[in-house]
């Protein structure tokens, strides 16, 4: 399972250097600006140009209203700032159509500008607390707007994680609709260590962490520490012992899982 680590600013992303071989993915957000909060493109930039050519840098738009034109202005930045992959949260998209429109925007800003590039659409499994898409529906989402991945996370941070607000076989059922349209599946979102054993279990190809690898697991406030990324991948390790998933699978960027 690959690890994504979620980098607030370049001090951190330099955290992330130093465990490079535990990282598969620099996650550059702001955790101030709410649950998927974007960067300033500067922050992008230097992110992608200390991070070893080897591991990708993800940036994302935000959780973003439905305001598709401002998504696609925003996602053509991160791209422009040098993001391999852009991420858009479906935060005030209240229908798949509208889901549908907005991440179908953001493809064409980012893939207009670098084919190579790769888009991942976000949806959230609290997403009845504030009215937005279905999760269940994403990978749908995802591959009629052309995008090259789903990801579940949760839109309120500090409440229930992740498989509080949905099963473990349900988050399975996400992995495998995005696994059948070719699709990357991630998942995030107050997920830790110790829920090693029903991450592998469902079939997601990535865990995007913050809270997990920070001190306290204070996501806004702590500090990335590598021995916490060391210690989750181990655990992720133990767990998988080894690539469980069908191998050549695609996953965003180019890769494949062996």
């Not at 005030?92 to 659409?121: F, I, N």
């Not at 609290?126 to 995802?142: E, F, H, K, M």
């Not at 995030?188 to 260590?193: D, N, V, Y």
Request: hydrophobic share 45%; net charge negative.
């Amino acid at each position: 399972m690959r690890l994504f680590v979620s980098a607030r600013g370049v001090e951190e992303a330099m955290v992330c250097t130093a465990v490079s071989d535990q990282v598969d993915m620099v996650d550059v957000e702001d955790p101030r600006e709410g649950p998927l909060g974007a960067p300033p493109p500067w922050v992008v930039r230097a992110v992608r140009e200390m991070t070893p050519r080897g591991k990708q840098v993800s940036a994302t738009v935000g959780g973003a209203p439905f305001r598709p034109g401002a998504a696609a202005l925003a996602a053509l930045g991160a791209a422009a700032s040098g993001a391999d992959q852009v991420r858009v949260g479906l935060f005030g998209t209240a229908t798949p159509d509208q889901a549908v429109e907005l991440v179908r925007g953001v493809v064409r800003a980012v893939k207009e500008h670098d084919p190579a590039l790769t888009v991942v659409a976000l949806g959230y499994a609290d997403a009845r607390r504030i009215g937005s898409v279905n999760p269940l529906s994403v990978p749908y989402v995802a591959h009629e707007s052309g995008a090259d991945g789903a990801m579940l996370d949760t839109a309120v941070k500090g409440g229930p994680g992740l498989f509080d607000l949905l099963e473990p076989s349900l988050c399975g059922e996400f992995a495998a609709a995005a696994h059948g349209f070719g699709l990357t599946a991630v998942l995030a979102g107050g997920l830790t260590a110790a829920d090693a054993p029903d991450l592998a279990a469902t079939g997601a190809d990535a865990l995007a962490v913050r809270g997990a690898v920070c001190a306290g697991g204070d996501r806004e406030s702590g500090a990335l520490r590598g021995e916490s990324v060391t210690a989750l991948r181990q655990a992720l390790d133990a767990q998988l012992g080894g690539s469980p998933y069908p191998s050549g699978l695609p996953l965003a960027g180019g890769a494949a899982l062996s």
